[in-house]
Structure formats: C-alpha cells, structure tokens
C-alpha cells in the first residue's frame, strides 16, 4: 500500500510519448493567439506538425526495439495516474495522421482565399491532431473520452467555418450524432467504472474477466455502437454523406482520414484488446456491421452524383473493411485491420483532395456536370485513377496487402462467417472498383456539354495544391511495391494487441502488483 | 438510495432519448441536456453511495487510516459537466444559427446538405 504515494520514476525519454500532445497543444494555442497572421500561422502549424513527425518516428523506434512505452501521469502509480501508453499500432497510426495532416495543410493554404482570413483554421487542424493523437496514444479510457471531445470541439469549429447555410445542416446532422456518441461512450464508461472500478486500460484487461459477463457483454456493446456511430459504420452511418460533403474540402480531407478511423481504432483497443471475452459474444453483431457497411458503403457511391458525397460513401465502405479484421480477430485479422487504417487514411485523405481540385478545375460539385478534363488535365485524371485502383485493391497499390492479410485471415478461420465475410469483401471490391471507375468515367472520360472555364491561379498556387495529393499519392504508389516495413511492423503491432502482455508489463502492472 | 437514483438515472435517459427522437431541433437540445445529466448521475451512482466515510486523508497521514471514499467518480462527473456544457453552448449556437439562416428548426425540411428530390445517377457508363 505504501508504494501508492511513493513517488513514481518517469525518465526524461519517456516523455516522447506525451510530447506530440504537448506540441499540438501548444501550437493549437499559439495559432488561434496569432491568427490575425495567416502566414505566420500556416508556417507554425507545419513547423508543429513535422515535429510531432520527428517525435512520433523515434517513438515507434523505440517501441520496435524494446515494446510498449508507458507514462503515467502526475508521479502517481498505474492504475491511480492517467496513464499514457502507446503500442506500435497507436503510434504508427498517430504518424500517419500527422503525415496527412501536413499535406492537408499544404493544400488548405494553396485553396483558401483571402475571405477566409481570420477563421483560426490552423489553429483548429491542429487542435484537432491533438485529439487524434491523444485517441491514439492513451492508455486510459477516460482520457480517451476527453480526447473524443477535444477532437469534436475542433471539428465543429472545423464544419461551419465559413457559416453557409449547406454547411450547416450538415454541422447539426454531425454535430447532434456525433455528441451522441460520446455521450453512448460516457455511459458505457460510467457502466464499466461501476463494475471494475478502473478505467486504465492495462489495468482493464486483467479484471475483466472477473467480472459479470453478461454485465460485460452489454457494456461492449454500448461501446460497439459509441465507436461505430463515430467510425460511420452500418446502420449507423447516415451523418457522414450528409456532412462531409458540406466544409472545404481540405477539411472534407481532414475528417475523411482521421476521424472515422479513430472509431475504428476505438473498436479495435476496446473489443479486441480490453474486453476480448464479450467480442466472442458479439462476434455476429460486428459481422453483420461490417458486411453491412461493406456492401452498402459502393452501393451509396454508385448511386450518387455528387462527387464528395459519393466519397463519403467509399469512406463508409472502407470501414466495413477495417471493422472485418475485429470481426475475425486472429493475427492475420488485426494485422490487416492495423494496415487497412493506414492505408484508408492515405488514400481517403488524396481522394478528397483531389476531388477538391476537380471541383476547383470544372467549377461543379455534381458528377453530371463535370467531364472532359481527361485532356487537360492528365495529372489529376492518373491521380484519381491511381487512388480509385487503390481503395478497390488492385494490386501492386497499397489498398492491395491489407485486403490479402483480411483474406488470409478468413480462410485461416474457414467457418461460416470467416467465408460470408470473405465474400463480402471481394464483393466490396468489385462494387468500389465499379463506383470508382464510373466516377472517373464521369468526371474525366465523359465529353463536356459545355466549354470549360479554366481557373486562373497562378503557378506557385498551383504547384502547391497539386504537390499535397501528388506526395500522398506516390505514398500509396511507393507503400505498395514496398510493402515489407508495412507487413513486419503490423505483424508485430497485432501481436501485441492479442497478447497484450507486454503492454500491461509497460504500464507497470505485470504480475507484481496484486 | 442507489435504487432511487438508479430508477432516476433511467427515468433521465428515456427521457433525453425521448426528446432526441424529435424533429424540432429546441427539443432535440433538451434532449443532449437531460442525457448528459442522466450520464453524470449514473457515473455518480456507478461510484457507489455512502455517508459513512469521507475522501479526505487527515493531515500528516500518507493515507487514510481507516475506510475511505473514492473521490473519483466526482471528479468525473465535473470533467463530463464542463465537456458537456462546452458542446452544448456551441450546439446552442448552432442552432440558432441554423434557425436565422435555413429559417426552420424542423430537421425533416434541413434538407440542404442532402436533397429530398436528388437526381437519378446519369445510366452513361
């Protein structure tokens, strides 16, 4: 009992893995003190998101050398501190996120107009990559919480940045369900503090299966609907076409790559690593979801015109994608899972960027006005093509290998639902490659009824919009005929996520501790 | 006592999920207020309820010498309070925005952002 208050050693190394939250914070609040200054800001804001780059690259370093690196807050003792911990998968996701975030930037500076001035945005792009990596990196579920509304508030401020009447509607489709969420994800919490008595996730793992199952079971699936609302997961997926259609699209690129991906994340921490007893019992549940969003998901895209919205349902679709990986749940399934993040991340960042340069180039939002810029603008038209083969996952782009480890995973498994969910998802290939190529076929192949008016831009504009989808594009290009470093480390991540051992022996709860 | 605030912990949500269910975006407020409330109660409730104890450790003690009370549920609930009144004031916001600009508060004619009469997808290709 003494060792409560003795005073717990933290090593100045371990603060890396707080220090891309302190450095995102810390930018967040000098960007909205200086944002009377756009450019001033927009060089912070990249300067702060290479940094938490560089930070967040000698994290996973570290980890792949030695594991889990573990802090705990206020120099108390796990499980008494807030704990942050971050593993292989939740540093190397926080990496990409931050990746993106920085083309994001790119791009906002080289697309927004002088009317936009003193909006904060990159205030808030950053605030909002501090709640992703918070998400990412804690190692406690109540912080995660705050984190989840940190990361609201920022895209709030985000979705109704310039106050036109579609944008919102869509904020309070989003802004309602979204809140709704997090509040599903407190009473969960407040179930599951009740019955443990502990929210630190290492801590977590080793009473669970103590505990009521039943009790369990229906906190799991509080949680389930929580973090599906918030991933955009069949049934509950309706809010993402009808908002993330509606902001710029930098921001549309933004929330596309990070936000839905963390509820996927938070399936995977919760489900799999932290209740994995009540997985089993909800195991058909996530099934259906996932099969559900992956057939619906292309469904939607093929059905809709206008181009952003039709995205938001490929988003949906990829989805379906990463739930299937906790659905089936052994190595070669949370591997994938780890991998399809990634890789979703990447090519729903580009593909929203790209189509905010579409609509910038033919001056329409709806596919049946576009056409006929295959001609003139063959750098946009290979980008789109490129990214559509990816999310559809023609070999050898980066889409390809997390849908291979997700196949392997079901005919490892071979029951029933290991072949529906193998089905499923060739068949979510089929119809993405489908919606995609018609797309594409619309907005590209397609002869114009009328002439088009280029935009005058000027070159260094130009060039800027187009080097932020042109670098996340050759990511996915290169990632993919290079997908060794991808397959070793989310091998590895995976391994760690079944057999949290090493994770619960990093937070410092391993087997000393009664 | 737990069974009362439990009942009344119930009694929060149906209503706040209640009023969500509605189309008018005033009442679909209420409703985010009376479930937050309801959530906070229940995370109060969840930290189990007693007056024979109190959370203070006596002063020159490292630790209490006899039972104790978890302070921490409280310091939940002023954490979901604070959170939750922020994203409330902004929904407030919002809504009366969305009242000035889109001059309704009925969410079945906010249909801006996604068209009731949206066209058939063009049988081209």
Excluded at chain 1, 333 to 339: L, M, P, R, V, Y
Excluded at chain 1, 420 to 432: C, H, P, S, Y
Excluded at chain 2, 36 to 53: H, V
Aim: net charge neutral; glycine share 8%.
């Amino acid at each position: 009992m003494q060792d409560l208050v003795q005073t717990a050693t933290i090593h100045a190394a371990d603060w890396i893995v707080v220090l891309p939250l302190i450095l995102a914070l810390v930018g967040a609040a000098l960007a909205l003190i200086l944002r009377w200054n756009g450019r001033v800001t927009f060089l912070l804001a990249l300067l702060i998101t290479a940094s938490i780059m560089a930070c967040e690259l000698s994290l996973i370093a570290r980890i792949w050398q030695t594991g889990p690196v573990s802090m705990t807050m206020g120099n108390w003792l796990p499980p008494f501190g807030i704990s942050f911990t971050a593993d292989l998968f939740g540093a190397t996701f926080a990496l990409a996120a931050s990746f993106v975030t920085l083309f994001v930037i790119v791009y906002a500076e080289a697309d927004r107009s002088a009317a936009d001035g003193r909006d904060g945005f990159h205030g808030l792009v950053l605030l909002l990559l501090a709640g992703v990596t918070g998400s990412f990196l804690t190692g406690d579920l109540f912080n995660l919480y705050v984190w989840f509304e940190v990361m609201l508030v920022a895209s709030f401020g985000l979705i109704v940045s310039r106050s036109t009447a579609v944008q919102l509607d869509g904020a309070i489709k989003y802004g309602f369900l979204n809140f709704l969420a997090t509040s599903l994800f407190l009473l969960a919490l407040g179930l599951l503090y009740g019955l443990l008595g502990t929210l630190n996730m290492a801590d977590i793992i080793g009473k669970a299966p103590a505990a009521n199952p039943a009790a369990m079971t229906a906190v799991a699936a509080l949680l389930l609907l929580a973090f599906g609302m918030k991933a955009a997961a069949f049934p509950v997926n309706a809010w993402l076409p009808a908002s993330y259609h509606a902001p710029p699209s930098a921001v549309s690129a933004l929330f596309a790559g990070l936000l839905t991906k963390v509820g996927v994340y938070a399936v995977l921490r919760s489900l799999v690593v932290l209740l994995p007893a009540s997985r089993d019992v909800l195991e058909p549940v996530i099934a259906l979801v996932a099969i559900g969003s992956m057939i619906l998901g292309p469904l939607g895209a093929i059905a809709e015109t206008k181009l952003r919205r039709a995205i938001g349902f490929l988003v949906i679709g990829g989805i379906g994608a990463a739930l299937m990986g906790v659905a089936l749940a052994n190595d070669a399934a949370i591997s994938g899972t780890g991998a399809y993040i990634i890789h979703s991340m990447l090519t729903m960042t580009a593909l929203y960027l790209i189509a905010g340069l579409i609509e910038r180039t033919t001056g329409e939002t709806d596919t049946r006005r576009m056409g006929g810029i295959y001609a003139q603008n063959s750098a946009l038209s290979i980008m789109f093509l490129v990214l559509v083969l990816a999310l559809a996952g023609v070999p050898p782009l980066l889409g390809f290998w997390p849908k291979l480890l997700l196949l392997e995973a079901s005919l490892e498994i071979g029951n029933t639902l290991g072949t529906t969910l193998m089905l499923a998802l060739v068949f979510n290939a089929i119809l993405t490659l489908i919606a995609g190529s018609r797309l594409w076929a619309h907005v590209f192949w397609r002869n114009r009824e009328d002439a088009l008016v280029p935009e005058h831009i000027g070159p260094v504009r130009r060039a800027l919009r187009y080097s932020a989808p042109a670098a996340l594009v050759g990511t996915v290009i290169i990632l993919g005929l290079w997908p060794n470093i991808m397959f070793a480390m989310s091998k590895a991540g995976a391994a760690d996520l079944v057999d949290p051992a090493r994770y619960i022996a990093a937070v410092g709860l391993g087997g000393a501790n009664p | 006592m737990d069974m009362a605030l439990a009942f009344l912990v119930g009694l929060f949500v149906a209503a706040g999920i209640y009023l969500l269910l509605s189309r008018a975006l005033i009442r679909m407020l209420m409703g985010v207020l009376v479930l937050g409330n309801g959530i906070n109660l229940l995370i109060f409730t969840a930290g189990r309820l007693s007056r024979d104890a109190v959370p203070i450790v006596p002063a020159g003690l490292e630790q209490a010498s006899g039972p104790i009370v978890n302070p921490l549920p409280q310091a939940l609930i002023l954490t979901a309070i604070v959170i939750g009144f922020a994203v409330f004031s902004f929904l407030l916001v919002l809504v009366y925005r969305a009242y000035q600009v889109l001059d309704c508060d009925d969410t079945d004619a906010m249909r801006l952002a996604e068209p009731v009469d949206a066209p058939k997808p063009p049988l081209s290709y």
